[in-house]
Nanobody, 123 residues
Framework: QVQLAESGGGLVQAGGSLRLSCAAS????????VAWFRQAPGKEREFVAS????????VYANSVKGRFTISRDNAKNTVYLQMNSLKPEDTAVYYC????????????????WGQGTQVTVSS
């Protein structure tokens, strides 16, 4: 069973950058696709980005395309989300999720989830 732990969240001004990390333990990390989701207060959880097991295929939500970059370092059992040109509407709790079978945009298809890290973007 894989355990996921997010880090790197915080408070940043609009236009700034943050890099989130999702560290995995308890499994063979390169067997899992990983995705980032986010949930803002009063809103439903939404897909942000995903990366397949090898890192060769990535998918992004239209709202973050061109600003966010997902990557992974399987040697370090870590997936990253580089977030640039942040906007107040990016404010949310960001979660990483993993699955050995799925790498798409539907959250319910991911098996393992982290506890989340708060990202707050001030205007």
């Amino acid at each position: 069973q894989v355990q996921l732990a997010e880090s790197g969240g915080g408070l940043v001004q609009a236009g700034g950058s943050l890099r989130l990390s999702c560290a995995a333990s308890g499994g063979t990390f390169d067997r899992y696709a990983v995705a980032w989701f986010r949930q803002a207060p009063g809103k439903e959880r939404e897909f942000v980005a995903s990366i397949n097991r090898s890192g060769g295929n990535t998918v992004y939500a239209n709202s973050v395309k061109g600003r966010f970059t997902i990557s992974r370092d399987n040697a370090k059992n870590t997936v990253y989300l580089q977030m640039n040109s942040l906007k107040p509407e990016d404010t949310a709790v960001y979660y990483c999720a993993a699955s050995p079978y799925y790498s798409g945009i539907v959250g319910n298809n991911y098996i393992y989830w982290g506890q989340g890290t708060q990202v707050t973007v001030s205007s």
